[in-house]
């Protein structure tokens, strides 16, 4: 009976891509692909080298959100947030130049190069709250709800001018994105009820 063959790091490779089209270097070599794989692989364009530490197939489909899937990639504890989530639940014209995550009050900063990123810090309970996982070039990429982009918007008038707050919370209502119910709960539970209030009741108050 003739042995079974061993699959090549190149055959591992692609295997792994088959289920991602996009992947740090390190899970890349915790599953027996090593570096010299990796370059001659982005030589032979194969995959292609995004950022450090990050690659892509060469024939994966470019997604306008991909920078969301790479620093989901690259902070796994992060929360795509604020801006960043208000603008990929489509609430703002303005397109943030950095992407948004949230990330708990303990866990650690990392500081990406590419793309760039605005790091917020939560406290444990906001952090946790309102996270959906949507699909973004084939990653699963954890974003906050609309209805708790909406409170943290309006909790955090350092961050975010109070103008931009209420253009996304009328937006939201406006394209049916929340019902008034769900965003007063979760303003609520995140700590910006007494903030958001006046304004929900003033879109409200017409039916």
Excluded: C
């Amino acid at each position: 009976m003739k042995a079974a063959t061993q699959p090549t790091q190149r055959e591992i490779m692609r295997g792994l891509f088959a289920q991602q089209p996009i992947l740090r270097a390190r899970e890349l070599r915790e599953a027996g692909v090593d570096g010299k794989t990796i370059a001659r692989a982005v030589d032979d364009g194969e995959i292609n080298r995004i950022s450090r530490g990050l690659y892509q197939t060469a024939d994966a489909d470019i997604d306008a959100d991909q920078s969301l899937a790479e620093i989901a990639k690259r902070i796994p504890n992060g929360v795509i947030a604020m801006f960043s989530a208000l603008a990929f639940h489509e609430l703002t014209d303005q397109m943030p130049r950095k992407v948004w995550v949230a990330i708990g009050s303990s866990d650690w900063s990392p500081a990406p190069s590419y793309p760039p990123t605005r790091t917020v810090r939560f406290s444990d309970s906001y952090h946790q709250q309102g996270i959906e996982h949507h699909k973004v070039s084939g990653v699963s990429v954890p974003i906050y709800s609309v209805p708790k982009t909406l409170a943290d918007m309006f909790r955090n008038p350092k961050l975010v001018d109070r103008s931009v707050a209420i253009e996304g919370l009328r937006a939201a209502l406006e394209q049916r994105k929340a019902t008034p119910a769900e965003i007063s709960q979760a303003a609520i539970e995140g700590g910006a009820w007494s903030t958001m209030k006046p304004y929900l009741e003033a879109l409200t108050s017409n039916g």
